[in-house]
């Protein structure tokens, strides 16, 4: 079922405009200004909201179903669970540092850098090796049953991010604003082009 991997790469993209917003709010720390906390707070809450609790299940049930299929694929792809689960684990450090400076605490701004930059790669080379090798291994070897049956599973998870509409719609505004850069930055180009 093709549909299930594209809604997973939509995601995935979600996720990447997600990521540019946190790297936007970096580059203002990095530059000795003061970020939009509400921002970065924004940005912890949709990483702890939605992949949890609705992405990552997604794959989860994909690579349960591909063991059984096809063991060598999936056994090139390793165990995505675990690095799920070292995600949340560097996604709460990223907290703990965002409270620590909030609570004035001394830190190392290259500390705080550095942790931030960590999570924002680590995320964007999951998602790469899903992309890479899940999603075709999964295309290749699960039959449409399979796809059904994990579609069935899934029919009670709903977006979470309905449930945090107000909080996160600084972030959406932040990542329209982005894209509007973006856009703007790409006709500029065109132009001197």
Not at 12 to 27: D, G, P, S
Not at 39 to 62: N, Q, T, W
Not at 121 to 131: P, T, V
Not at 132 to 143: D, E, G, K, T, V
Request: charged residues 35%; hydrophobic residues 40%; contains cysteine.
């Amino acid at each position: 079922m093709t549909y299930m991997i594209e809604v997973l790469r939509q995601e995935h993209r979600n996720i990447e405009k997600v990521l540019q917003v946190l790297e936007r709010e970096l580059t203002v720390f990095d530059r000795g200004e003061r970020p939009d906390y509400d921002v970065l707070l924004a940005v912890i809450d949709y990483f702890r909201d939605y992949p949890d609790s609705c992405h990552h299940p997604k794959e989860d049930l994909i690579v349960e179903k591909l063991k059984v299929r096809d063991v060598a694929a999936a056994a090139t792809i390793g165990n995505l669970e675990a690095e799920h689960r070292e995600g949340a684990r560097r996604l709460h450090n990223v907290a703990m540092t965002i409270d620590a400076v909030l609570n004035d605490q001394e830190l190392l701004r290259q500390s705080v850098h550095d942790i931030i930059r960590d999570f924002v790669d680590h995320e964007r080379q999951h998602m790469a090796k899903e992309e890479r090798l899940l999603f075709p291994a999964a295309l290749n070897a699960l039959s449409q049953a399979d796809w059904s049956e994990i579609a069935l599973k899934l029919d009670d998870r709903h977006d979470p991010l309905s449930a945090v509409e107000e909080k996160l719609s600084l972030l959406r505004r932040n990542i329209s604003k982005l894209e509007g850069e973006a856009e703007a930055s790409r006709r500029s180009a065109s132009l001197t082009n």
